[in-house]
């Protein structure tokens, strides 16, 4: 069994430009996979932006992201890219994991709003496959609320790599988190404090920011 650690980044879709065929508010603007073997170590990544068909990139979602509309204007469209991904994991056996379960959901919306009907795709976001590693980690510890991965490593003693909310480096950061959790049953969380938050910072995902709102192989 192999598995998939996938982190989505996510545009605002301004009420303005909602309709009756797309009436979320957000939509995927970047799709990071990390690949895992047996042992929960990195096979491969995957990193690819995907074009918007109703959102746009602001300032905010800009700055915090890094991502910007140019890049992202002749990028593949969501059906497209998941399909690439699909291609890349190739005939693996494997489960899906995310850091809460706003990436499957939105993944969901899309799918129904923009009509994929793709069964190698529909088969992707199948509930059973996927495993909601925030779940997992404050039921784990037995804490009463949802936390962020920021905090998550803090409180396992792991340095992020890269930029948080680059959707690559959040599931890269996400495989890391998993790998220690699982090779280390017993690990017991350290105190951990939360850095003083920069102006347009986010400790939380832009899944779980909008979350109630109409919503790299090696």
């Not at 879709?13 to 073997?37: C, F, H, M, W």
């Not at 890349?88 to 056996?93: L, M, P, V």
């Not at 790599?161 to 690990?187: F, Q």
Request: with cysteine; hydrophobic share 35%; charged share 30%.
């Amino acid at each position: 069994m192999n598995y998939l650690v996938i982190d989505l980044e996510m545009c605002n879709v301004p009420r303005d430009y909602r309709s009756r065929s797309y009436k979320y508010a957000n939509e995927t603007i970047q799709i990071g996979a990390v690949l895992l073997d047996e042992e929960f170590k990195r096979i491969g990544t995957l990193s690819q932006y995907v074009h918007p068909e109703h959102g746009v990139i602001d300032p905010f979602i800009q700055n915090l992201t890094g991502i910007r509309n140019s890049q992202v204007k002749k990028a593949p469209r969501i059906e497209e890219a998941l399909l690439h991904m699909i291609d890349w994991i190739g005939d693996r056996e494997y489960k899906v994991y995310a850091w809460s379960g706003s990436d499957r959901a939105q993944l969901l919306h899309e799918i129904k709003a923009k009509k994929i009907c793709d069964e190698r795709i529909l088969d992707f976001v199948c509930e059973t496959r996927w495993i909601d590693y925030q779940d997992v980690f404050v039921k784990r510890f037995g804490i009463e609320r949802k936390i962020g991965l920021e905090e998550a490593l803090g409180r396992v003693e792991i340095e992020p790599e890269g930029r948080l909310h680059d959707g690559l480096d959040d599931a890269v950061n996400t495989g890391y988190l998993i790998e220690k959790l699982k090779m280390n049953p017993e690990y017991k969380l350290v105190s951990y404090e939360m850095p003083e938050q920069e102006q347009g910072h986010l400790s939380c995902t832009l899944g779980e920011l909008f979350t109630g709102l109409e919503l790299k192989l090696a």
